[in-house]
């Protein structure tokens, strides 16, 4: 999610100028002799047995519960995501992260998706970002890195990870791209430097930010459908304007992102940012119009908080208190939308979750 695009009046309510705010064997010197076990020893034979007691060559010594020493262990780690017997593996959806690293591996090791060092351990599960991975946060960059390794290691493990394009990675591909560059914003002037700099822009993510993260990002599919979901980063029926296809609307904005023309970007960066399509009356029809066009039976998003998208808070800048309470997804317009994003950057929530949705 972000401001400063410069929108005017839509329907829609797009983003302000400025967004919330915001890890022996020992070696034998001769044969091997066979020494005697406590237990091979054979009782003599006018030794009485008890009656029903029929003795082995071994046996051994029983112990009683109270002379054992209770050793208190520590719980598991979560198990893995479970696995069908048959068929693709179960399905999970990840919110908005914005840089906060620490906040998503907690997150996917919750929910087996990932062992305690890191690395997939959810088989052939399969797993989707909805986009926006860096700004506001501390390690945006490695929050990517960590979405790269993880698509390699499930591709290997029968599973996969993969991640649509949010604004924050267009922001981001423009600041680098582009820089102070002037573009149409459609009131004025404005720059994608200074829009990311509004827009929690964090240096050091641009210090460390390399030609292959450039080109992850500007490869990303901006729609898909997985099991009847329809899967995008924004709450927009901004979609609509890039094609009647799923298919159509990826390459459009592949083909905007090659042509490397600044206003064209931008625009294609403000339509993004667009948010609430789906919230007040006509929300139902709204997201109908996008299943409709690219199918699916409900819409999955991201960018919109929830906390901004219910009103307990006021604006996207509002920071204050502890954060609000985020239990997990919204559904809403007639059942119609899940909303992913949690507020992580508000101090709410990282959201991952398996869909369907269990509770």
């Not at 809403?332 to 950057?345: E, P």
Request: aromatic residues 8%; proline residues 7%; contains cysteine.
């Amino acid at each position: 999610m972000t401001q400063g695009a410069g929108q005017g009046p839509e329907v829609e309510r797009t983003a302000t100028l400025r967004d919330f705010r915001v890890p022996a064997y020992v070696h034998e010197t001769g044969p091997y002799v066979r020494t005697a076990h406590p237990g091979d020893t054979v009782p003599p034979a006018d030794e009485a047995y008890p009656d029903g007691y029929t003795p082995t060559q071994r046996d051994l010594p029983v112990i009683n519960r109270s002379e054992t020493l209770q050793v208190p262990v520590e719980p598991a780690p979560a198990a893995p995501a479970p696995q069908p017997a048959t068929g693709p593996g179960p399905l999970f959806v990840v919110g908005d992260v914005h840089g906060y690293l620490d906040e998503l591996v907690t997150a996917l090791q919750e929910q087996g998706l990932i062992d305690a060092s890191g690395q997939w351990c959810a088989g052939t599960a399969r797993l989707w970002f909805l986009g926006d991975f860096t700004d506001r946060g501390p390690d945006g960059i490695g929050v990517i890195d960590l979405v790269m390794r993880l698509s390699a290691e499930a591709a290997a493990a029968g599973g996969y990870c993969k991640a649509l394009m949010g604004n924050h990675e267009l922001l981001l591909l423009g600041a680098k791209r582009f820089g102070d560059t002037p573009v149409n914003s459609g009131a004025g002037t404005a720059t994608f430097q200074a829009a990311w700099l509004l827009n929690g822009g964090q240096k050091t993510d641009m210090d460390r930010l390399q030609d292959h993260h450039l080109q992850w990002m500007a490869r990303l599919d901006a729609v898909e459908e997985v099991d009847g979901y329809l899967l995008v980063h924004s709450d927009t029926t901004a979609y609509l304007d890039y094609g009647d296809s799923i298919e159509a609307v990826n390459d459009t904005v592949r083909e905007t992102l090659t042509r490397n023309d600044a206003d064209e970007c931008w625009d294609l960066f403000r339509k993004f940012t667009k948010r609430f399509s789906f919230r007040d009356e006509g929300g139902a029809d709204a997201v109908r119009s996008l299943l409709d066009t690219y199918g699916g039976t409900r819409i999955v998003h991201g960018h919109s908080p929830i906390p901004y998208l219910l009103g307990e808070v006021g604006s996207e800048d509002d920071d204050e208190g502890t954060g609000p309470a985020v239990e997990g997804p919204h559904v809403y317009a007639d059942g119609l939308a899940i909303a992913m994003d949690g507020g992580v950057t508000m101090a709410g929530k990282l959201l991952v979750r398996q869909l369907p949705l269990t509770t």
